[in-house]
């Protein structure tokens, strides 16, 4: 197991041992689709492979909306939202959350580049945004932090009508909470640098 994974474990750990005491509370992680900054409301979708935090599978339907913190203190970094879940390299198909339908859909596509172990202080990485959906070349161009990747590739002509965010993968957060409608601590688990946070 890598360091990172490693720690992530400990992040679970961590959480579901604050979540025991007193036997109050419950831990739920999953992948950010929807912020509403003004509002502090959060729509996830769940991990149903949360044992194995290497390999998430986010695909817990419906998808969960929680209020954020109250206490500042408690709230980790904002995060980012898209409707991403998942890109099968190997067989070529993404997942992505359709919010018109508000369920799943399997898209097979046509690999046009992969670049490998691209992290995100890489120049190809850094000095873009990523999604960048080209409707004229029919090209589709994302980046995975999680998996250091930088893929290009193009898929059926009508779903390039969707919207950008629907090929960008949001960030991955775990909260602890009581009442299911309000997050007590929140952690934005993309967004935590596990080399400082590690030692």
């Known amino acids: ?21 007193g036997g109050f509370g419950r831990v739920n992680q999953g992948q950010v689709i929807e912020y509403k900054r ?5 729509t996830v979708i769940g991990d149903s492979n949360y044992r194995d935090p290497v390999n998430p599978r986010f695909d817990v339907l ?6 954020t913190p109250e206490d500042p203190q408690e709230m980790g970094p904002e995060p980012e939202a898209g409707k991403l879940l998942r890109l099968d390299y190997g067989n070529r198909r993404a997942v992505v959350f359709d919010a018109s339908t ?6 097979a596509y046509m690999l046009i580049s992969e670049q490998n ?12 945004r990523f999604p960048v959906v ?13 998996d250091r990747k930088l893929v290009v590739f193009a898929v059926p002509e ?32 993309s967004k935590t640098d596990l080399n400082k946070a590690g030692k």
Request: aromatic share 10%.
């Open 1 to 21: 197991m890598t360091s990172s994974a490693r720690f992530k474990s400990c992040m679970i750990a961590s959480l579901a041992v604050f979540a025991g005491c």
């Open 38 to 42: 003004g509002t502090g409301l959060v």
């Open 62 to 67: 419906p998808p969960v909306t929680i209020r």
């Open 102 to 107: 508000q369920t799943l859909r399997t898209v």
């Open 117 to 128: 172990d691209v992290s995100p202080a890489d120049a190809r990485a850094r000095h873009t």
């Open 134 to 146: 080209d409707r004229t070349r029919k090209t589709i161009t994302v980046y995975s932090p999680r």
């Open 158 to 189: 009508e779903y390039y009508a969707l919207p950008d965010d629907t090929w960008k993968a949001g960030d991955e957060v775990r909260y602890y909470y009581k009442d299911p409608g309000r997050a007590l601590r929140f952690m934005n688990v």
